[in-house]
């Protein structure tokens, strides 16, 4: 499955100027042809998990779910699909033709930036941000497809900061709408 995503992304161009990686993984495949959606909306990320319950990592997650939808949108654009940010989470029934992303950032692992920084991006200390995604039929509400995007944050001059986590989560819901529109019954 993974070789067929890589495959995918780089046949269609979804994969980062000389990388081939992907920053999805799909969970539930495509379960009807995404050729009915002219729109898509990505939606604000909602927070679960135990990382919520530190105020600081809190605060961060909270910027993220709202720089990360703006940011997907961008490449959905980039991609040549049309997208727009906005709606309420799970605001997703009776809009017809419309995609809706939707999901929560579930895992927000800073990692050490000491360690990223003494190891000058080694992988020592390295961060990790996912978020579970799902894809909404605007017209339905049901799900059609979902699975996860992730990020992560490792070395740098500074040790690194979580605008990379959050860009490779973008990339990575953007890269999961297009591989979901390429494999779609």
Not at 56 to 63: F, I, N
Not at 146 to 151: L, W
């Amino acid at each position: 499955m993974t070789r067929t995503v890589a495959l995918v992304l780089l046949a269609t161009g979804l994969a980062a100027p000389g990388c081939s990686r992907a920053y999805f993984r799909l969970s539930q495949p495509p379960m009807v042809s995404f050729s009915q959606f002219r729109q898509v909306e990505v939606q604000p990320l909602g927070m679960e998990g135990e990382w919520t319950s530190n105020e600081k990592l809190r605060a961060a997650g909270g910027e993220a779910s709202v720089s990360i939808p703006q940011r997907a949108v961008a490449y959905l654009q980039n991609y040549g699909r049309f997208a727009s940010a906005g709606g309420a989470p799970g605001e997703a029934a009776n809009r017809p033709g419309v995609l809706v992303v939707t999901g929560s950032i579930y895992e927000f692992n800073p990692g050490s930036r000491a360690a990223r920084w003494l190891a000058g991006g080694y992988g020592a200390g390295y961060g990790r941000l996912t978020a579970r995604i799902q894809l909404l039929d605007g017209g339905s509400g049901q799900v059609v497809a979902g699975g996860d995007a992730f990020g992560d944050v490792s070395g740098g001059w500074g040790g690194g900061s979580f605008g990379q986590a959050y860009e490779e989560t973008a990339r990575g819901i953007a890269q999961l709408v297009m591989y979901c529109q390429q494999v779609s019954p």
